[in-house]
């Protein structure tokens, strides 16, 4: 059975920062794409950043900067660490893992900037 399980979002003020996590099980973990996405009600899911198995690594432009994604195979586990966040970075974040034809989500972790 595959999951990701996301981790580490919560409340933190403008200008703070939080290290998100996604832990995944039930998958050849190296051999995937991953990616970070987010979205707020009412809007569509949009991608935040992406590393390859590589280790090649993409960010929006809005999080560049900022955002930092990176992997850990011996792990199996993603990060993104978010510093100097702002009020709009307000969202759930998602796990994604992509091979081939299969993708796969997790549930998501709410992030909240704000005081």
């Known amino acids: 059975q595959v999951q990701l399980v996301e981790s580490g979002g919560g409340l933190v003020q403008p200008g703070g920062s939080l290290r998100l996590s996604c832990a995944a099980s039930?998958?050849?973990?190296?051999?995937?794409?991953m990616a970070w996405y987010r979205q707020v009600p009412g809007k569509q899911r949009e991608l935040v950043a992406t590393i390859t198995r590589g280790g090649t690594t993409d960010h929006r432009d809005s999080v560049k900067g900022r955002f930092t994604i990176s992997r850990d195979n011996a792990k199996n586990t993603m990060y993104l660490q978010m510093n100097n966040l702002k009020p709009e970075d307000t969202a759930a974040y998602y796990c994604?893992?992509?091979?081939?034809?299969?993708?796969?989500w997790g549930q998501g972790t709410q992030v909240i900037v704000g005081s």
């Open positions: 994604n893992a992509q091979w081939s034809s299969l993708t796969y």
């Open positions: 039930g998958i050849t973990f190296q051999l995937y794409t």
